[in-house]
């Protein structure tokens, strides 16, 4: 059964970085994209960023030169690098990974970012 564990969320004032972590298990990670999405309070989830299988990156609009997303095939891990941060990035942040070309309906726990302005 695969599974998700987010880590790395905190409380940081505007202008400040986060570093994300996802782990996944039950999947065979070096072969799926990873993605990262956030949900923010009353607001549905939003992708955020994802990267491919061959390291291929893309982003939102609204992240695009301020978060980067990396990944560590041997540890099974990605990470979102997160600078510059505004208070509307303000969220719980997950990751997935695609199943038959959609997002999966299992979801970690989540990260919690709070930027105070």
């Known amino acids: 059964q695969v599974q998700f564990v987010e880590s790395g969320g905190g409380l940081v004032q505007a202008g400040g970085s986060l570093r994300l972590s996802c782990a996944a298990s039950?999947?065979?990670?070096?072969?799926?994209?990873i993605g990262w999405f956030r949900q923010a309070p009353g607001k549905q989830r939003e992708w955020v960023a994802e990267?491919?299988?061959?390291?291929?990156?893309s982003y939102a609009d609204s992240v695009k030169g301020r978060f980067t997303i990396s990944r560590d095939n041997a540890k099974k891990t990605a990470a979102l690098q997160m600078n510059s941060l505004k208070p509307e990035d303000t969220a719980v942040y997950y990751c997935?990974?695609?199943?038959?070309?959609?997002?999966?309906?299992?979801w970690g726990q989540g990260t919690q970012v709070t930027v105070s302005s």
């Open positions: 039950g999947i065979t990670f070096s072969s799926y994209t």
């Open positions: 990267i491919g299988s061959a390291g291929v990156p």
């Open positions: 997935n990974a695609p199943y038959a070309g959609t997002w999966r309906n299992s």
